[in-house]
């Protein structure tokens, strides 16, 4: 789930300090106090950037230099809700003009992920481009905090085996849906991919005027066909629970159905998942 944030440009020749939480130097065991979690954000940018403030109500977080890269930055900080604010670029300060997708969530005894910010200058505007990509975030931390990416880092999900086929799994129940998604009965599918050779397709669309994501599944075949185990998994910042859903799908031939509908924690921030499902043809059915 990709994010883009505005960020407004203006002159400044005055010095900007920080003044806040500075970023975990080590790569050691973390210790967390009660109502404490651990802040991570990636940046990506082609010039160099300079006392950046990432801030929540009453913490702010700030890193004096960021280099031209990839750059994984972790904090210790209050459980929260924490924003990226401002940043310089020589001697261009940048504010941002709102919090509409630029904040995450810290939970206690949790990583609270950030995703990857790339600011970039494009038709003569500044924009910072914001990535939840879990992959870049394990990649940094493996590389350059492995004993905290133990500590912290969400397990990998492994792959499906034949016997997942037999064994049912524990499923986890699917929260409610909230105000912020409401979404009639059937929902109709507005952009429904080709076909191809693919017995099952599956694929998202948002609800309108929400951040959440309807997910579709349909039968391309002619026979019955049932989805034996679906699962969300990589989960940042979703409300459903992530996991194996509860439910079994049953899709007659060429049929469509809305498996799930997917929303952020928050209406206003970014979240990323993704989902897999086990299928087979129904048996003794006939076309």
């Keep these: 789930m990709k994010g883009i944030m505005r960020v407004l440009a203006a002159v400044s020749l005055a010095a900007l300090s920080a003044c806040g939480t500075e970023p975990i130097q080590q790569d050691q065991p973390i210790v967390l106090a009660a109502g404490q ?33 990839t750059n994984l ?32 969530e810290v939970k206690a005894g949790e990583l609270g992920y950030g995703g990857v910010l790339a600011p970039r200058a494009e038709n003569g505007e500044v ?24 500590q912290f880092l969400p397990s990998e999900v492994k792959d499906y085996t034949a016997a997942d086929l037999k064994a049912p799994a524990a499923a986890t129940a699917a929260a409610p849906i909230g105000d912020t998604a409401v979404v009639p009965a059937n929902l109709t599918p507005h952009d429904p991919p080709a076909a191809g050779k693919d017995q099952i397709s599956s694929w998202m669309e948002e609800v309108p005027g929400t951040l959440a994501q309807v997910i579709f599944i349909r039968n391309n075949t002619g026979w019955p066909m049932q989805v034996k185990r679906f699962e969300l998994y990589d989960c940042v910042a979703v409300k459903q629970k992530c ?35 086990i299928y087979g043809f129904v048996q003794n059915s006939k076309p």
């Excluded at 979690?37 to 160099?48: C, I, M, N, R, S």
């Excluded at 801030?55 to 004096?64: A, F, P, Q, R």
């Excluded at 300060?93 to 997708?101: L, S, T």
Aim: glycine share 4%.
């Design 37 to 69: 979690g651990l802040a991570a954000v990636v940046f990506d940018t082609k010039d160099p950037l300079t006392d950046v403030v990432i801030e929540s109500s009453d913490t702010k977080l700030g890193i004096t230099n960021v280099p031209v890269g």
């Design 73 to 104: 930055y972790m904090f210790q900080v209050p459980a929260g809700s924490y924003c990226f604010t401002k940043f310089y670029v020589s001697s261009w300060i940048f504010h941002a003009r709102d919090k509409q997708g630029q904040c995450f």
């Design 127 to 150: 924009m910072t481009h914001r990535d939840m990509d879990l992959d870049v975030l394990r990649e940094q931390m493996r590389a350059h905090y492995p004993i905290v990416a133990k």
């Design 243 to 277: 996991g194996v859903q509860n439910f079994t799908l049953t899709l007659a031939a060429h049929a469509t159905k809305q498996v799930m509908v997917v929303e952020p924690d928050d209406p206003h921030d970014a979240y990323t998942f993704r989902d897999r499902y």
